[in-house]
Nanobody, 121 residues
Framework: QVQLVESGGGLVQAGGSLGLSCAAS????????MGWYRQAPGKQRELIAG???????NYADSVKDRFTISRDSAKNTVTLQMNSLKPEDTAVYYC???????????????WGQGTQVTVSS
């Protein structure tokens, strides 16, 4: 069993900052990828930041230079530091991990419960 729990969402003024965190618990052999997605009302869920087991990162153009993703492999956690927030960043944010629970198991994707981020203008 693998569970992801998110924290850190809330309400912030435009130009402000917010930090999100996601921690996995349960049976984990290896995590090959950690990512953050967001979904605004009426829009598709989109990948905004990802990090691999070798610490390679990638960002959507809409958040590049404003958001920073990082991980702590020992704690099975990933964070997203969001700076210079804009009203367009308002969405539900979800973490997603690609996890193998044992050496014999396939890699599956697990989702956090989602956390609301609201940026006021």
């Amino acid at each position: 069993q693998v569970q992801l729990v998110e924290s850190g969402g809330g309400l912030v003024q435009a130009g402000g900052s917010l930090g999100l965190s996601c921690a996995a618990s349960g049976s984990i052999f290896v995590i090959s990828f950690m990512g953050w997605y967001r979904q605004a009302p009426g829009k598709q869920r989109e990948l905004i930041a990802g990090i691999t087991s070798s610490d390679s990162t990638n960002y959507a153009d809409s958040v590049k230079d404003r958001f920073t993703i990082s991980r702590d492999s020992a704690k099975n956690t990933v964070t997203l530091q969001m700076n210079s927030l804009k009203p367009e960043d308002t969405a539900v944010y979800y973490c997603n991990f690609a996890v193998a629970t044992t050496v014999l198991s396939p890699i599956l994707h697990y989702w956090g419960q989602g956390t609301q981020v609201t940026v006021s203008s």
